[in-house]
């Protein structure tokens, strides 16, 4: 009978692994479109987002013109409100806005910076949630523990309240919006990381490598943490989406350091106040960041569902 | 381990994470904040100096040896207790439900924070448990689903709606559904679906006076019902259908997917194999076999989706002007008052360890293989 | 040198000619099944032997219609018991599982679902069509109450039943409690017959409370519970200990009489065949290559990989070293050319590689595929 010895886990194998990964991931990419039109959009997103000062001039928003607030003028469509003021000369496609400035302008500017929000935010948790995380599995023991029971008390509470209170007692700025944020978000990672780094250390090559006498920053840092961080950068594109609609959730209920600030939970803020007399305040804003969110987690779960071994097939 | 050695693990635990979350409150506002705002709800402008000072020492941020309430209020040396005393003073408070009196405007400043919010509690809770309903309802037929015609139209289809929903900004799809149902959509003059408040009285869909209900639990569904008033339940269902449909969809994303993922795991397995070639009808397989198996995971995500609900009743109270207590935390969050504040993340922290312990159990007493 | 195919019907209770089966994989298409010739006839146990991937599995799957969606049939027909079971609708095919087709597992343990009793995964077989099992539990209960009637102090109530039980049988239907009741103590007594102690306690467990023979036990008892016409046992002694390994085909064995139903038996294991097999049939690299009764085959085996696999046992008298096979089994992403066994055979010329040998009947009931033996003419048809 065949002597089929079990296969080192060398290169040969793994390059063809690897190769066939690969050439999974296209087929499984040509198979949806639905994930190509998250790539699409998200990098639309940032291309307009690096663009925005070409298009808009930066200043804008700090102008206002009250006599042109709230009006609406383009021919296009019409709204089911009794009366709708008229703007004047210039044509606003998308109205203006409480303080008389175009919407479409405000949403241009808006965008660069809720997308930086959202990229420091996640940029910074992951940078927590590997370092704690990774720690935790790795160290296991009291450390885990002590890590694990925080990381309890953070997910016991409903991150908006979190995120209230510390804006409440920190001021309100867009350093504090980031920070509150990034104090709700770092649990999650944290939590993930530590699962991979729990299955990862199992593994043998682990074994092979303290028996070779390597120390334990070195096996860390350099082997497990980037082997187990692919879910982490996965579930970071996610939570780009994610950020933005938190963002813009605590903005929206009043929590912005400024409200001329072009962002897009600003501007809905406007919005939902001025609702009867001028609903295209929040559905325009809204629209962008249903858009925005909609383009990374397509991205993102398109990613998840190519590199899941489990659903492969 | 036996049963109720594990569920008595589960609430000590429990208390711990309820202890340990009561000392990071109270420090991000004790701590952080000047000990006269955490005296404010406490006094009454009114008081003199010297009662003012009595109170700050029974309250616990004052010292006895503070000579008096400017050298307080100025934050003098020695006049400040030390933040754990004040921290045991407050959880002694925090136990006998003492908050302090509202700040919040529009209400007399004798009510106590207590019963301003346990006021509009039951009407969150009633969004909330409509809006749970509506989740699971929605979230678990899709994942089936989805996964029974995993990569056909059916899946494509809900992965579109799961995905969207979590994608959609809350406050977003509430005005959306207001724009629609309220301004769109009229019939004599009046938008088919209320636009505000729990009590619909100028639809088209409304009674316009519905009448009273006598507050028996001060939810308004049920005492409606307990009080046989139905054009009052009517109203109030009318009113709840859009924050709660806002909610569900917003919050369907997690379970839906959850579902699908672990009834596509699920029917991978060899059981499901065994059960086809033992000749049973495919619904047999789906249902006796592969969701008895895929469910179960399911679950535990309720503690997740409950917080989902609680953090989003805030947005969506305030786009439907809903009168709980998610809205009237921004008021608080305005005129600062810590005590409502604390006292709603407290309670949200209490209701969702309380329904993970409740989902543990619940898991450990349904899967036979824990039991052992 | 006659053309070698079994006997059209007669007593075949199955009969798979020419079954050309590939797997579309994101690697490319898999050759599973090469065209594969298999007869069963009634009342036989065949043994189906080869390496791991030669296609053993897949086959017994073809059978009984589990293949997976990315599995596609291009060529060939299964017949059983006269039906073509790959022309059947999903339906027919289902009903075909219930009754007549019985599979079971290599590792119980995964087929058996973990939330739920035995009991319960036995009683829904009768729960999924009771039409089709009202003779099966009227008849057992009759004789049960005939030996209890004969037997000292029978229950006064038994004749009233039996008079109820005759005349569910003529109307072919039964009550839904009747239906629970009988199939309850139905699945008791055969969970008795394979042997399992205190069946009554085993039917009220769940699976993880068993071990791994018993586990085992349970699932040729639910097998046995249709009365199938064919009994498709695919590695089901691999994961169980030897001496247990024997108690179960020993079971099988007396099963098979008891209900005179066929048994397709698959294994990798020669030893298994030499116990319990009538015929055996040799797979390689999705290929039939021989198929010969029992102790023909081990007396003289015909084919080079037959030959090589026999050699390769161990045996116990240590009369000489087990050699192996040189080389490993192909890629059947793109398979040899020809034969797909001449790469290692020792005995390979050059018409090898060049087509598929056919089956040829070298002796009585002993069929081979080799150039070695024939077919080297060009009137054999090149598949």
């Known amino acids: 009978m065949s002597h089929e010895m079990k296969q080192p886990e060398k290169n040969p194998a793994k390059s063809r692994r690897q190769h066939s990964d690969l050439r999974f991931a296209l087929h499984l990419l040509r198979q949806n479109p639905i994930v190509m039109a998250g790539l699409v959009i998200s990098v639309a997103t940032v291309v307009l987002a690096l663009l925005s000062n070409l298009l808009v001039n930066g200043a804008y928003w700090h102008q206002q013109n009250l006599t042109l607030r709230l009006c609406w003028n383009n021919p296009a469509f019409g709204w089911p409100v009794t009366n709708l003021f008229n703007c004047g000369g210039q044509v606003y496609p998308l109205g203006t806005d409480a303080y008389g400035r175009s919407l479409l302008q405000m949403i241009i500017l808006a965008i660069p910076i809720d997308l930086q929000i959202a990229l420091e935010v996640v940029a910074s948790a992951v940078v927590i949630g590997v370092v704690f995380g990774s720690l935790a599995a790795y160290m296991g023991g009291l450390i885990d523990e002590v890590i694990l029971r925080i990381t309890d008390i953070f997910l016991a509470v409903p991150w908006i309240l979190l995120a209230i209170v510390l804006i409440v007692v920190l001021g309100r700025s867009l350093t504090t919006l980031t920070l509150a944020i990034i104090i709700t978000w770092w649990p999650w990672y944290v939590r993930l990381m530590r699962s991979q780094v729990i299955g990862e250390k199992e593994k043998l090559y682990v074994e092979r490598l303290k028996m070779m006498g390597a120390g334990w920053p070195r096996i860390l840092f350099r082997h497990v943490i980037p082997n187990s961080i692919y879910p982490i950068l996965v579930q970071s594109t996610l939570d780009i989406g994610s950020v933005i609609l938190t963002v813009s959730a605590l903005t929206f209920i009043g929590l912005t350091p400024n409200p001329l600030l072009p962002e897009l939970g600003n501007l809905s803020n406007q919005g939902i106040e001025y609702f009867f007399t001028a609903p295209w305040l929040i559905i325009f804003p809204g629209l962008t960041i249903l858009i925005i969110s909609l383009g990374f987690n397509l991205l993102g779960d398109g990613i998840r569902d190519i590199f899941d071994p489990r659903l492969r097939r | 381990m036996r049963l109720y050695e594990y569920v008595l693990r589960r609430i000590l635990f429990m208390v711990f994470v309820l202890f340990a979350l009561s000392v990071l409150i109270f420090y991000l506002t004790r701590g952080l904040l000047p000990p006269t705002t955490a005296l404010a709800p406490y006094i009454n402008p009114r008081l003199t100096d010297a009662g003012k000072l009595s109170i700050a020492r029974a309250v616990g941020v004052a010292t006895s040896s503070c000579p008096s309430f400017s050298d307080f209020a100025a934050l003098q040396n020695g006049c400040i207790t030390p933040l754990w005393t004040q921290y045991l003073y407050w959880l002694k408070n925090v136990l006998v439900g003492n908050w302090g009196y509202t700040l919040l405007p529009g209400i007399s400043g004798t009510e106590s924070t207590w019963s301003v919010f346990f006021g509009r509690f039951p009407y969150t809770a009633e969004l909330d448990i409509v809006a749970a309903a509506l989740t699971f309802l929605i979230a678990v037929p899709l994942g089936i689903i989805s996964a029974t015609h995993n990569n056909k139209a059916p899946d494509h289809l809900s992965r579109i709606v799961s995905l969207g929903g979590y994608s959609i900004p809350q406050f977003w799809f509430g005005a959306m559904l207001l724009l629609v149902f309220v301004l769109y959509v009229r019939i004599g003059g009046l938008g088919l679906l209320p636009a505000s408040g729990a009590l619909g009285t100028t639809c088209a869909l409304c009674f316009s006076n519905p009448g009273t209900i006598t507050a028996y639990t001060g939810v308004p569904l049920l005492d409606a019902l307990l009080s046989r008033n139905i054009p009052y339940f009517w109203d109030s269902v009318v009113a709840i259908i859009l924050p709660a449909m806002t909610l569900a969809i917003t919050s369907l994303g997690l379970l839906t997917r959850i579902v699908r993922s672990n009834m596509m795991e699920v029917l991978r397995q060899d059981y499901i194999t065994m059960a086809r070639s033992k000749g049973l009808k495919e619904r047999t397989v789906v249902y006796s076999h592969a969701l008895r198996n895929a469910i179960l995971p399911a679950i535990t995500v309720t503690g997740l989706l409950v917080t989902y609900l609680i953090g989003g009743s805030v947005i969506v109270e305030i786009v439907f002007s809903w009168p709980g207590v998610g809205s009237a935390a921004l008021v608080a969050a305005d005129v600062l008052d810590i005590n409502f504040l604390e006292l709603f993340v407290l309670v949200a922290g209490v209701i969702i360890v309380v329904t993970n312990l409740t989902v543990d159990i619940l898991y450990a007493v349904l899967d036979p293989r824990i039991r052992y | ?383």
């Open chain 3, 1 to 383: 040198m006659s053309q070698a195919h079994t006997q059209e019907g007669g007593d075949d209770i199955l009969s798979i000619q020419e079954l050309k089966l590939k797997f579309h994989t994101y690697a490319g298409e898999v050759s599973a099944l090469d065209g594969i010739k298999l007869s069963i006839k009634k009342g036989e146990l065949l043994g189906l032997v080869g390496e791991s991937g030669c296609g053993k599995s897949v086959t017994a799957l073809a059978i009984a219609g589990l293949l997976p969606p990315n599995a596609e049939v291009t060529g060939g027909d299964v017949v059983l018991d006269g039906k073509n079971v790959l022309a059947l609708k999903p339906e027919e095919m289902r009903l075909a599982r219930l009754k007549d087709i019985a599979m079971i597992f290599q590792d119980p343990m995964t087929y058996l679902n973990p939330v739920l009793t035995i009991g319960s995964q036995m009683a829904e077989i009768t729960r999924a069509e009771p039409k089709l099992f009202v003779s099966t539990l009227v008849n057992y209960r009759l004789r049960q109450i005939d030996k209890q009637v004969e037997g000292t102090n029978p229950n006064p109530g038994l004749p009233a039943e039996r008079e109820r039980l005759r005349h569910a049988l003529e109307s072919q239907s039964l009550g839904r409690k009747e239906l629970n009741e009988l199939t309850r103590s139905y699945a008791i007594s055969l969970l008795r017959s394979v042997r399992l102690p205190e069946p009554e306690k085993v039917f009220e467990m769940y699976p993880f409370e068993l071990s791994g023979g018993m586990r085992q036990r349970v699932m040729i008892a639910m097998a046995m519970m249709r009365r199938p016409k064919l009994l498709l046992a695919d590695e089901i002694t691999t994961a169980l200990d030897v001496t247990v390994q024997a108690q179960i085909l020993h079971l099988l064995k007396d099963l098979r009489s008891e209900i005179n139903t066929s048994v397709l038996l698959i294994t990798h294991d020669l030893a298994i065949v030499a116990e319990v097999c009538d015929r055996v049939a040799v797979m390689y690299a999705g290929n039939i290559v021989e198929i010969a009764e029992v102790h023909e085959l081990f007396r003289n085996p015909l084919h080079p990989y037959s030959k090589g696999l026999l050699a390769s046992v161990p045996r116990a008298d240590l009369t000489r070293t087990p050699d192996s096979i040189e080389g490993s089994v192909p890629d059947l992403l793109s398979p040899p050319s020809g034969c797909r066994f001449h790469p290692r055979c020792p005995k390979a010329f050059e018409v090898c590689p060049s087509r598929k040998p056919s089956m040829i009947e070298v002796a009585p009931d002993h069929y081979v595929s080799c150039f070695l033996y024939g077919g080297l003419n060009g009137k054999n048809n090149n598949t």
